[in-house]
């Protein structure tokens, strides 16, 4: 289980995100929505420890805190640090040098079924070739929370599709996936709820099925309703 | 979490990106600059011929260095903030201990093979050209307990380069993002002020209280504790790796 309490961040005078509290338990893939700037990147960023909360933050995954925390969360924020001369294999080969629970049999398959070149020079790669370089690398550990920023930028409809039936197949079955993205009609059909986060608060957290069900409108729906609602008057 | 072998050869192999690329782009320098020498003094031979050579392999090999010095210290400064070593699965200390002794070891041992290097061609040249070590321009001698000699400045001034390296980093990314594309102006600033004030304390402990040898050296370690115990803080509280 993923447990969040009072997770607020501030860079300069900018609070980005404000005491965010969450719980997601073992097995659940959650929809991350919001606007651009909402906080959602950041919120990943707070979960994987690329930024350090606020000191009263808590941030545990079955009841494990602090630093190992780094072993239990997989997050691939980006491949800036790779050289373009860099081939996909060599990239590759730093996260089995360095995760223990880098599975290189799912990693094969996974770039199979996104064909994935592994002799591909990372320069080279399209935006969204490298997004699903990024997907399949994130997905290949075994690890108990599994960060999806964006993974669908520059993806075409139908690899889109690949994607997610390759996170439906290859996700561990106790894994939390959270998954940040604005292609909110393609994810409907797989997550199992949705939060929405709006000036670095979560606003919503609600199971996909209660929304549809109580609501009676599509995901996509619901959320520019509730974004709506809470900017006070902004017309769409 | 990873075991340390491991945190080791992945930090060393970080350290090396893009040492491939700088060595061969001194030696392409290295390469044009020994065609002329040759070209301008092969006739005159003995002494001239050494002269000219000297100063091509030599001056390449200094710029080369104090480059590779600079370029590596900078290195070690982004790696602070760069994703893919802050989310290796390790404690805080360990990545922090681990990053700075692996990149400090590899700079220097770098050097001392350059240093080695160049002393084994300039002898292997001495030694064909039958010219004495006096002949030499640019009066290089580098031995290596000259290097060891001066081991604690290196470790200060490696571990200070990080320290105000990584604050003004930190200081710009959430203080003042405006000054980004001033970073190293901002940079030699801080660096030079907090090192004018640390050399002014220095110099007052020792002329006006007048500390001895060994509480010199005490002091060296003390500072060099406070650098790593800064590195750490901020590091641990104020992180933003991308």
Redo the contacts between chains.
């Keep these: 289980m993923l447990e969040v309490d009072n997770l607020s961040y501030r860079?300069?005078r900018r609070q980005i995100l404000k005491e965010m509290t969450l719980q997601v338990d073992a097995g659940e893939i959650v929809g991350v929505l919001g606007e651009n700037g909402a906080g959602k990147t950041t919120f990943m960023r707070a979960l994987?420890?690329?930024?350090?909360p606020n000191r009263d933050a808590k941030i545990s995954i079955d009841h494990q805190s602090g630093?190992?925390l780094?072993?239990l969360v997989s997050?691939?924020?980006?491949l800036?640090?790779a050289?373009k001369s860099e081939t996909v294999r060599s990239v590759a080969a730093?996260y089995q040098?360095?995760?223990?629970d880098f599975d290189t049999a799912r990693w094969e398959a996974l770039r199979k079924e996104l064909k994935i070149d592994s002799q591909a020079k990372i320069g080279k790669l399209s935006k969204g070739q490298l997004e699903r370089v990024i997907f399949a690398l994130t997905v290949s550990r075994e690890a108990s929370v599994i960060l999806l920023d964006e993974p669908f930028g520059g993806v075409d409809v139908m690899t889109r599709r690949r994607v997610l039936q390759s996170l439906l197949r290859w996700i561990p079955e106790e894994a939390i996936v959270l998954m940040s993205t604005h292609e909110i009609n393609e994810i409907e059909s797989v997550i199992d709820r949705a939060i929405v986060i709006q000036d670095g608060r979560i606003i919503v957290n609600r199971g996909i099925d209660d929304i549809r069900t109580t609501e009676q409108m599509s995901l996509e729906q619901y959320f520019v309703q509730v974004v709506t609602e809470n900017r006070e008057g902004v017309e769409l | 979490?990873?075991k340390m072998s491991?945190l080791i050869?992945?930090v060393a192999k970080d350290s090396y990106?893009?040492f491939q690329t700088f060595l061969m782009t001194v030696a392409a320098v290295l390469v044009f600059a020994l065609a002329i020498a040759f070209k301008d003094s092969w006739h005159a031979g003995g002494i001239q011929l050494y002269r000219s050579l000297s100063i091509a392999i030599g001056i390449p090999v200094i710029f080369g260095m104090v480059l590779y010095v600079i370029l590596a210290y900078a290195k070690s400064v982004e790696s602070w903030q760069?994703?893919?070593l802050?989310?290796?699965?390790?404690?805080?200390w360990r990545f922090v201990l681990t990053n700075l002794v692996v990149r400090l070891l590899a700079i220097l041992v770098n050097v001392t093979v350059a240093s080695f290097v160049y002393q084994g061609v300039d002898l292997a040249i001495r030694s064909w050209l039958s010219v004495g070590k006096t002949e030499n321009p640019l009066h290089m001698d580098w031995q290596l307990g000259n290097l060891w000699e001066s081991s604690s400045a290196i470790i200060l001034v490696f571990l200070f380069v990080n320290l105000i390296g990584l604050a003004v980093n930190l200081g710009i990314?959430?203080?003042m993002?405006k000054l980004k594309h001033a970073k190293v102006l901002v940079f030699m600033i801080a660096f030079l002020t907090v090192f004018i004030a640390i050399s002014l304390g220095e110099t007052y402990l020792l002329d006006f209280i007048g500390l001895g040898d060994f509480m010199m050296h005490a002091l060296d370690v003390v500072t060099a504790g406070l650098f790593v115990y800064g590195i750490y803080w901020l590091y641990?509280?104020?992180?933003?790796?991308?």
């Design positions: 860079t300069g994987a420890g690329l930024i350090q630093d190992v780094k072993a997050f691939i924020p980006n800036n640090w050289t730093f040098d360095a995760y223990a | 979490m990873m491991k050869k992945l990106v893009g760069n994703a893919k802050v989310l290796l699965p390790t404690t805080k990314a959430h203080l993002p641990a509280h104020y992180n933003d790796a991308y």
